[in-house]
């Protein structure tokens, strides 16, 4: 898998993608409508970046960024195998894997600044972002999204696109540069290997899904496997409290059948493996047992990765 996301014209993207899939993309370029790949290095810089185009005929035309509009560069490339291992050496970050090929520099205008933030504007946001990037689940494109929108007050629209662009990316670099200092495994990469662990074993396990508790109950059997025995989810909002430095709630169960006596103790077993789960992994929790109260997994350092 490739430390990458690839983002297609079409539209989907793909995430850590296998170097097959890469190389069917590459050689599915050409058509209207399907004419360039983008990747970005996950957790990476928003201003480093490769891409190619190709309009099926001729040469690939492969450009990649690295870091301002003042490193972007451009080569051409004569097969769709040159470009697939190109791609490869670049997601790797192989030592000299642009070598054999005549980079040319493109002159790229800089961007015009944004119009600056009133003080106390720009201050509130850049608390709402830190909070967000410290969750770890929006990728650059949601977060900008997020940022615009934060503030709205009706008509009144305080942040516009580009000055939510430019906050975003700054406090993203900040992010990217902490998390280079972070050693061994985080408590968010434990929690998830717990959530795999109780897919395996017949229990849908979703990490920040749906808003609050009361919208994931209604959703998440339309979103578990078919033969699923039971259920366990934090919400976007608990996911955001422990970012914060909270406990962890985890809402859990077994799928209702309107029997309430067996569906109260298939949700006290589903509970169980939860807990057995989190144990495995090292994670501490606090739970009485009983099926009306949530499973606490307290004492976290949440050092969640960003992601896109």
């Given at each position: 898998?490739?430390?990458?996301?690839?983002?297609?014209?079409?539209?989907?993207?793909?995430?850590?993608?296998?170097l097959?899939?890469?190389?069917g993309?590459?050689?599915?370029?050409?058509?209207?409508?399907?004419?360039?790949?983008?990747?970005?290095?996950?957790?990476?810089?928003?201003?480093?970046?490769?891409?190619?185009?190709?309009?099926?005929?001729?040469?690939?035309?492969?450009?990649?960024?690295a870091?301002?509009?003042?490193?972007?560069?451009?080569?051409y490339?004569?097969?769709?195998?040159?470009?697939?291992?190109l791609?490869?050496?670049?997601?790797?970050?192989?030592?000299?894997?642009?070598?054999?090929?005549?980079?040319?520099?493109?002159?790229?205008?800089?961007?015009?600044?944004?119009?600056?933030?009133?003080?106390?504007?720009?201050?509130?946001l850049?608390?709402?972002?830190?909070?967000?990037?410290?969750?770890?689940?929006?990728?650059?494109?949601?977060?900008?999204?997020?940022?615009?929108?934060?503030?709205?007050?009706?008509?009144?629209?305080?942040?516009?696109?580009?000055?939510?662009?430019?906050?975003?990316?700054?406090l993203?670099?900040?992010?990217?540069?902490?998390?280079?200092?972070?050693?061994?495994?985080?408590?968010?990469?434990?929690?998830?290997?717990?959530?795999?662990?109780?897919?395996?074993?017949?229990?849908?396990?979703?990490?920040?899904?749906?808003?609050?508790?009361?919208?994931?109950?209604?959703?998440?059997?339309?979103e578990?496997?078919?033969?699923?025995?039971?259920?366990?989810?934090?919400?976007?909002?608990?996911?955001?409290?422990?970012?914060?430095?909270?406990?962890?709630?985890?809402?859990?169960?077994?799928?209702?059948?309107?029997?309430?006596?067996?569906?109260?103790?298939?949700?006290?077993?589903?509970?169980?493996?939860?807990?057995?789960?989190?144990?495995?992994?090292?994670?501490?929790?606090?739970?009485?047992?009983?099926?009306?109260d949530?499973?606490?997994?307290?004492?976290?350092?949440?050092?969640?990765?960003?992601?896109?």
């Open positions: 898998m490739l430390p990458v996301r690839v983002q297609t014209e079409p539209g989907p993207s793909h995430e850590r993608p296998a097959r899939l890469l190389s993309l590459v050689r599915g370029l050409g058509p209207a409508g399907n004419r360039f790949l983008v990747l970005e290095r996950i957790q990476g810089d928003p201003d480093v970046y490769f891409q190619v185009w190709s309009d099926g005929e001729g040469d690939y035309q492969v450009e990649h960024r870091g301002s509009h003042l490193l972007h560069f451009q080569a490339a004569a097969s769709a195998d040159e470009v697939v291992e791609m490869a050496l670049w997601s790797r970050q192989e030592k000299d894997w642009d070598l054999g090929f005549a980079w040319e520099r493109l002159d790229f205008p800089a961007a015009a600044p944004a119009e600056t933030l009133p003080p106390a504007v720009e201050a509130e850049e608390s709402a972002v830190r909070s967000w990037l410290r969750c770890g689940y929006d990728d650059r494109a949601t977060l900008i999204e997020r940022a615009e929108e934060h503030l709205v007050d009706g008509d009144v629209r305080p942040v516009s696109r580009a000055q939510a662009e430019e906050l975003v990316a700054r993203w670099r900040e992010r990217v540069a902490e998390q280079a200092g972070w050693t061994g495994e985080s408590d968010p990469e434990r929690l998830g290997r717990a959530f795999a662990a109780l897919g395996a074993a017949g229990i849908t396990a979703r990490e920040n899904f749906a808003c609050c508790r009361g919208c994931g109950l209604a959703e998440i059997r339309a578990g496997e078919e033969d699923a025995r039971g259920f366990v989810f934090f919400h976007a909002q608990a996911a955001q409290g422990a970012a914060d430095g909270g406990d962890l709630y985890l809402h859990y169960g077994g799928f209702a059948t309107g029997d309430d006596e067996a569906d109260a103790a298939r949700t006290v077993g589903v509970g169980r493996e939860v807990v057995a789960a989190l144990g495995a992994v090292g994670l501490v929790w606090v739970w009485d047992g009983f099926a009306r949530a499973i606490r997994v307290t004492g976290m350092e949440w050092r969640k990765a960003l992601v896109g």
